[in-house]
C-alpha cells in the first residue's frame, strides 16, 4: 500500500505543497517612468516606484539610460511588466568619456515579485574622471524643446575636436521623447549612441540635422461646455511643448458646436503629418437660424507657432446676426459628450424660419481627441447636414450620421456600427477615455 492511503486510514492530515509552474501566476513589478536632467554633483539619485500587477506569463523589467554631458546627466528610467524574454542585469556602456558618454542597465526577471528593483545609480555609474582640458569649447545643452542660442560652453576634454549637436528620439517603455544634445565629441559624426538601436523596451535613434528638419510645437487639448462659448471667449493655452518628427508642422484646431443654450469647444494643439502646407482658416459649417458648427484651424511651419491663447481667433470671426424672433417650431436642444441625446432632452421654441430638428452624431478623431458628439436642435429648411459631408476638419478626422427627415424622431441616433444593444457599454468606455483627455477636470453637463 502506497504510504498516502496508509496515512489516511491512521487517521492522519496531510497536506502536499507544490510550487507554482513559472510563467503561471501573475507577477507584482516595480512600475514608474523618470526623465529629468541632474548636476554632476547631485548623483547619485534614487528613487522609490508604484507597484503593478502583470498579465499572466509577463515579467518585470528595468531599465535606465543616463547621458552624461560635462557638468550634467540626463536619466531616462523605466519600469513595468513586460512580455520580453528573461535578461541577467546588463551594464552597457554606448560611448565612454571623456565628454559625452552613454551608459544603459537593463534586466528582465520572473523569480519573484518586485524583481526590478533597481532604485539608485551608484549600483553601476560613477562620474568620469577629471579629464585634461583641451583649446575646443562647444556648449552644454540637454533639452526637450529647443536649446538657447546662447547656451553655456565647456572647455573639451584633450582630443575633442568636435562639438555634437542633435536629436536624441526615445520610443517605447511609455517613453515618447526627442531629446536635444549639445557638447563635446572627439571627432566628427552623428553617433552618440555608437550605433546602438535599442535599449531594453525603448528603441533610440539620432538626428543631427535638428533645425532644418524638426520643429517644436505647443501640445495639449482642451475641452468646454457651457452656455456662451458662442460668445464669450476662453482661455486656450498648453503648458507643454512637443518635438515634431522630421518634416512635420504644427497646428491648432478649434471645433466650437452651438445649439442655442447649450455649446461645446473642442480643441486640439500639436504636431501635424508631415506635407501638410501653411494655412489659417475660419470655417462656417452650419449656421443660424439653427444649430452652429465652426472652426478655426492653422498650419504652420516655425517653432511654437501654434501660440493661439483664446477662442478669440475663432469668435472675432463669427457673424453677430440680430436676434431672430421666434417661429412655431420646437424641437429638443442638446449638446453631449459624455452619452447621448435623446427624447427627454430640453425643448425650445426655434427662431423663425427653421422648419425641422435636428438628431445626429458626429464621430470626431484625431490630434489626441477620440470622441461622438450628439447634437440636437433646431435647422433651417436648406439644411440637412451640419458639416455638409466634410470629412476632416483640421487635425480632426470627422464623420456625420443623422436622421435625414423633415418630423423630429425622438428615438436616439446611434454611432455607426454600434447596436443599441453595445451602445452603453460603449458610452462607459468614452466617459473613460474623456476622463483622462481632460484631466479629470471636465465639468458635467
Not at 175 to 181: E, K, Q
Not at 392 to 413: C, L, M, Q, R, W
Amino acid at each position: 500500500m502506497s504510504p498516502a492511503p496508509l496515512l489516511a486510514l491512521l487517521g492522519v492530515t496531510f497536506l502536499w505543497i507544490c510550487s507554482p509552474l513559472p510563467g503561471v501566476q501573475a507577477l507584482d513589478c516595480q512600475w514608474g517612468v523618470l526623465e529629468s536632467v541632474w548636476n554632476v554633483s547631485e548623483l547619485p539619485v534614487r528613487w522609490t516606484n508604484g507597484k503593478k500587477t502583470c498579465g499572466r506569463g509577463e515579467g518585470c523589467q528595468d531599465m535606465l539610460m543616463l547621458i552624461e554631458n560635462g557638468p550634467q546627466v540626463n536619466l531616462v528610467l523605466t519600469k513595468d511588466c513586460t512580455s520580453a524574454q528573461d535578461q541577467e542585469v546588463q551594464v552597457t556602456e554606448h560611448r565612454t568619456g571623456p565628454g559625452l558618454s552613454v551608459i544603459s542597465y537593463t534586466h528582465v526577471c520572473r523569480h519573484r515579485d518586485s524583481c526590478n528593483n533597481l532604485s539608485t545609480t551608484d549600483a553601476f555609474w560613477s562620474p568620469s574622471p577629471a579629464a585634461v582640458p583641451g583649446t575646443m569649447r562647444c556648449p552644454v545643452c540637454f533639452s526637450r524643446h529647443n536649446c538657447p542660442e546662447n547656451a553655456p560652453e565647456q572647455i573639451c576634454p584633450e582630443g575633442h575636436t568636435h562639438c555634437y549637436n542633435g536629436v536624441l528620439k526615445l520610443r517605447g517603455g511609455r517613453i515618447a521623447t526627442n531629446l536635444r544634445v549639445q557638447g563635446c565629441m572627439p571627432k566628427p559624426g552623428c553617433d552618440l549612441l555608437n550605433g546602438t538601436q535599442k535599449v531594453g523596451p525603448i528603441d533610440v535613434s539620432e538626428n543631427c540635422n535638428p533645425k532644418s528638419d524638426t520643429l517644436t510645437c505647443h501640445q495639449g487639448n482642451m475641452l468646454q461646455m457651457g452656455r456662451d462659448l458662442a460668445q464669450e471667449p476662453v482661455e486656450w493655452d498648453s503648458s507643454t511643448d512637443q518635438m515634431c518628427n522630421a518634416g512635420e508642422v504644427c497646428q491648432e484646431t478649434l471645433l466650437l458646436i452651438d445649439s442655442g443654450n447649450k455649446s461645446l469647444l473642442v480643441g486640439s494643439k500639436g504636431c501635424s503629418k508631415a506635407g501638410a502646407q501653411d494655412s489659417q482658416a475660419v470655417s462656417l459649417h452650419s449656421w443660424p437660424p439653427g444649430v452652429l458648427v465652426a472652426s478655426y484651424t492653422r498650419f504652420c511651419s516655425s517653432d511654437l507657432c501654434n501660440a493661439a491663447r483664446s477662442s478669440s481667433v475663432l469668435l472675432t470671426s463669427l457673424p453677430k446676426p440680430a436676434a431672430p424672433a421666434p417661429g412655431g417650431l420646437q424641437c429638443p436642444v442638446c449638446v453631449q459628450v459624455f452619452g447621448f441625446c435623446s427624447g427627454s432632452s430640453n425643448f425650445v421654441t426655434c427662431p423663425k424660419d427653421t422648419t425641422h430638428c435636428y438628431n445626429g452624431n458626429i464621430d470626431l478623431s484625431g490630434g489626441g481627441v477620440s470622441a461622438t458628439l450628439s447634437i440636437q436642435g433646431c435647422m433651417a429648411p436648406t439644411s440637412r447636414s451640419l458639416l455638409n459631408h466634410a470629412q476632416t476638419i483640421g487635425i480632426f478626422s470627422v464623420h456625420e450620421n443623422f436622421e435625414d427627415n423633415k418630423e423630429y424622431n425622438p428615438e436616439p441616433i446611434f454611432p455607426s456600427g454600434v447596436s443599441q444593444a453595445t451602445y452603453l457599454l460603449w458610452v462607459v468606455g468614452l466617459g473613460l477615455s474623456l476622463g483622462l483627455w481632460c484631466g479629470g477636470l471636465c465639468p458635467p453637463y
